[in-house]
């Protein structure tokens, strides 16, 4: 079985660029999550989907973060404009919903933004 | 604030030389205290999840337990390919399913 797959793993961009990540949970996991590590902090929670509905946006740092989850499968995370303080590690996770439980979230490779 | 800290920050280890690793954590309901482990370059890779004070979980050379204020992960004769950071995450009770993290413990062993 697959698992989280993300894309790039790499990207370096210029202060002021767009760079869109791309997630691809699990095969039947509802839920999908981004989290960020910044160099020498521990890694933070961005936001959470159920299927395609955010379910908690509350660590999206500013307006400049946009993500989406089509038809409740793949999702992307858009940063417009990149600002030096957005380099990162930017993790995708996924997990089964099981009635009211959540099972242990599995966590992609990760992409590592550079913002130059 | 739900607030997770490990201990120590790295720790070196003789092959066969047993320890534990530490995680302290506030949090206004505990859901969950997840343990990962990451190797460089890789995502967190799920290890256990622990519910209850008293509970305690096993995992070849590993073995994690929980009390109302902290989180062990006890490593018994560890091997090179155990060095790994390992990270400790809570999650809390209510509608949100969020990890909180630890910045983790850099785990080397030696042969």
């Known amino acids: 079985e697959a698992g989280v797959t993300q894309f790039p793993s790499h990207s370096v961009i210029e202060k002021g660029q767009t760079v869109t990540l791309r997630c691809d949970p699990i095969s039947g996991h509802d839920n999908l999550y981004w989290y960020r590590r910044v160099m020498g902090k521990e890694i933070k929670f961005l936001l959470h989907?159920?299927?395609?509905?955010?379910?908690?946006e509350s660590g999206m740092p500013n307006n400049r973060f946009l993500a989406e989850r089509t038809g409740g499968t793949y999702s992307t995370l858009k940063v417009q404009p990149a600002e030096l303080e957005d380099s990162g590690v930017y993790f995708c996770?996924?997990?089964?919903?099981?009635?009211?439980?959540?099972?242990?979230?599995?966590f992609g490779q990760g992409t590592r933004l550079t913002v130059v | 604030e739900d607030q997770v800290t490990q201990s120590p920050e790295a720790l070196r280890l003789q092959e066969g030389e047993s320890s534990s690793l530490n995680c302290s954590y506030t949090?206004?309901?505990?859901?969950?205290l997840f343990w990962y482990r990451q190797d460089p370059g890789k995502g967190p890779e799920f290890l256990f999840t622990l519910y209850s004070a008293g509970e305690e979980k096993e995992k070849e050379r590993l073995k994690a337990t929980l009390t109302k204020k902290e989180s062990f992960l006890h490593i018994t004769a560890p091997k090179p390919e155990d060095s790994a950071t390992y990270l400790c995450?809570?999650?809390?009770?209510?509608?949100?399913?969020?990890?909180?993290f630890g910045t983790g413990t850099r785990l080397l062993v030696s042969p």
């Open positions: 989907f159920v299927k395609e509905s955010k379910q908690d």
């Open positions: 949090v206004s309901g505990l859901r969950g």
């Open positions: 996770a996924s997990s089964l919903r099981q009635g009211l439980m959540n099972t242990e979230a599995f």
């Open positions: 995450a809570v999650q809390a009770e209510g509608g949100f399913q969020k990890l909180v």
